[in-house]
């Protein structure tokens, strides 16, 4: 059976055959990590985790942009709010996220300029009709976001705007994936790759880990039956021992990526050494302007101080990014940590894995 072929993504009678061709598999003891938070959302929505027998485990992993960024890159964005004649621009769910001494909700609410936006483009515009003041957009993601804030940038080039600032903090996916795959603590058996980063990078770009690491590796979509043909695919590779890339979102994947998302990435951007909450320094994992756009580059114009970053005390926030504990087992889930009172991103960001849980799991065990 060609189990990628099916054009009939929410059909629940594909769905249940699905479950049971999972099910008929003698499987033991498997634990998978979905990489993405829009695939921790879509798993938790449909109930998908209970569909499955108790051999299969799925694990989240650090798939969330907002909650991998670092505690210092949220205290840096903090302390450029701070800054006079200054409007920060930023996504909504970094507002909320705690900083060792503020937040930029907080920072609102005492008067400083902080608006919400839904693009780069809207921050430009903020910047074109406030040339007396210093607009900075905060830019967090993964490859998937990058492009468009590089499209930005050059925008912001040729319109000559001389008063419009990026505070990058994007990360890589794949180089975070080949650090997990050497922790020692690490227990994983296959992985469900990100399908929008997926998009834009290509397949290929995970062509090495799986050769170096033996992991196997199976690219999905969000719907119901591509998670769950993720899930048999991985279970197959596991069950006969084999370790292969395996595409089951072609619909959208290419080989290659986005050719052209990922020259302009390039051509603004250049890879860096970035800190990942949870897992720490991961060589040429983060991305910084290049000298080119320097001049749009706020962590190079503003000098800010950062005091030293502290993580929000009782948080298991990095613990719950890389797969090593589920929410329930954090002493302040669903107690001190809450979507209205958050202690750390994971409950903050609308992909975050506490939020999922909180939202979705009655189930204490898995």
């Known amino acids: 059976m060609d189990i990628f072929s099916s054009a009939e993504f929410r059909d629940p009678e594909i769905a249940g055959r699905l479950v049971r061709e999972i099910r008929k598999i003698n499987a033991r003891g498997i634990s998978l990590m979905e990489v993405c938070g829009t695939h921790t959302m879509a798993i938790f929505r449909t109930g998908i985790r209970s569909l499955l027998p108790d ?3 799925l694990v989240s992993g ?23 004649d200054v409007i920060i ?6 507002i909320r996220v705690p900083g060792s001494r503020s937040s930029l909700q907080k920072e609102r609410a005492e008067g400083r300029d902080i608006r919400v936006v839904y693009s780069i483009v809207d921050a430009i515009d903020i910047a074109r009709k406030n040339p007396d003041k210093k607009v900075i957009f905060l830019g967090v993601g993964f490859e998937t976001t990058a ?10 080039k040729e319109m000559k705007l001389d008063n419009f600032y990026a505070a990058c903090a994007h990360k890589r996916v794949p180089p975070a994936l080949k650090a997990l795959l050497k922790s020692p603590s690490m227990n994983i058996d296959g992985f469900l790759l990100p399908g929008h980063v997926s998009v834009i990078i290509g397949e290929e770009a995970y062509r090495s880990m799986v050769e170096t690491h033996r992991i196997p590796c199976v690219i999905t979509g969000f719907e119901p039956t591509d998670i769950l043909q993720g899930i048999l695919a991985l279970v197959i590779q596991i069950n006969s021992g084999q370790a292969r890339l395996e595409n089951a979102y072609s619909r959208a994947v290419l080989p290659q990526g986005n050719p052209r998302a990922m020259k302009m990435l390039y051509q603004v951007f250049e890879s860096e050494d970035a800190e990942w909450r949870g897992i720490g320094v991961i060589q040429n994992s983060g991305l ?49 940590c809450t979507p209205e009172e958050p202690v750390g991103p994971c409950m903050v960001s609308t992909e975050g894995t506490c939020a999922a849980y909180y939202r979705f799991s009655t189930d204490q065990g898995r």
């Open 288 to 336: 910084r302007i290049r000298n080119e756009y320097r001049e749009f580059d706020a962590l190079r114009y503003f000098d800010v101080f950062v005091d030293e970053s502290t993580e929000p005390k009782g948080c298991s926030c990095g613990q719950v990014l890389t797969g090593t504990i589920t929410p329930l087992q954090c002493p302040l889930f669903r107690s001190v």
């Open 62 to 84: 650090p798939g969330c942009p907002v909650c991998v960024t670092s505690q210092r890159e949220i205290d840096t964005f903090v302390a450029l709010a701070g800054m006079k």
């Open 55 to 57: 051999s299969i485990r």
């Open 89 to 94: 621009t930023t996504f909504g769910d970094l």
């Open 147 to 156: 492009p468009t804030i590089a499209a930005g940038l050059i925008m912001a």
